[in-house]
């Protein structure tokens, strides 16, 4: 791909402690070549915006909370030709940029990784085991997500309607026009275990797996972002 430029997009809600983590991490991973950033901020009531502010990154803030809406509108602010959406809890993989490069150069024009928890509770690492898998079931947000900006504009971005499974619905998407576009690198970011710290793995199993059933049925997504929050408890 010519002229390879990466940006990613962050989108953050009350992410004060974890911006300030991620970004010192791309920087450490990149200092050769430093990615363009943006924080799109859906609302934070804590310090996050300024937090981003002061490590020196771009940051646009939604008129519309949901990370559907903030990252649409942080890819539409991005001088990059390949966008790179990462979830604030997420540590990327040091060969990002090179892994991503490579792809493109061998005719992708999506993608996202593995991931493994940060945590050693072996169902934990079940759950990370399936993620080589690609299988909708077994993608996700929190894997990060890359994509040319001409793919991304030609699908129309995130769809708002989306306020929740919003990363599924751009991948099934993706593999609508051609599934053989999308690769899953066969390496790791890390994810927070937060999720499964606060509540039981099974309750956030039975969670994902009610979710994922009524977005394949075409739920109202805003019943099953209810369902999702009712279900569990987030800190």
């Known amino acids: 791909m010519e002229n390879f430029q990466i940006s990613i997009v962050i989108p953050t809600f009350n992410e004060a402690t974890n911006i300030e983590k991620l970004v010192r991490d791309i920087r450490a991973k990149t200092y050769q070549n430093q990615p363009e950033i943006i924080v799109a901020d859906g609302g934070s009531t804590d310090q996050t915006v300024a937090v981003a502010q002061q490590m020196g990154v771009k940051v646009v803030l939604s008129p519309k909370a949901g990370r559907a809406s903030q990252m649409n509108l942080g890819a539409a602010q991005a001088t990059g030709n390949v966008l790179y959406f990462v979830h604030a809890d997420c540590q990327l993989h040091p060969d990002f940029v090179s892994d991503i490069e490579a792809a493109l150069q061998a005719g992708y024009e999506a993608g996202c990784y593995r991931f493994r928890f940060d945590s050693p509770a072996f169902m934990l690492k079940i759950n990370s085991f399936f993620t080589r898998f690609n299988l909708l079931t077994f993608r996700g947000g929190d894997q990060t997500l890359f994509i040319t900006k001409t793919l991304f504009e030609e699908l129309g971005g995130f769809d708002p309607h989306y306020v929740i499974m919003e990363d599924y619905d751009i991948i099934r998407k993706i593999w609508a026009k051609n599934r053989r576009l999308f690769k899953v690198v066969p390496k790791n970011v890390l994810v927070s275990a937060r999720k499964y710290q606060t ?37």
Not at 208 to 217: D, E, G, K, P, T
């Open 199 to 235: 509540n039981s793995w099974l309750r956030v199993q039975l969670a994902n797996l009610s979710a994922m059933i009524a977005f394949q049925q075409n739920k109202s997504p805003q019943q099953i972002a209810d369902a999702y929050r009712k279900a569990l408890n987030y800190r």
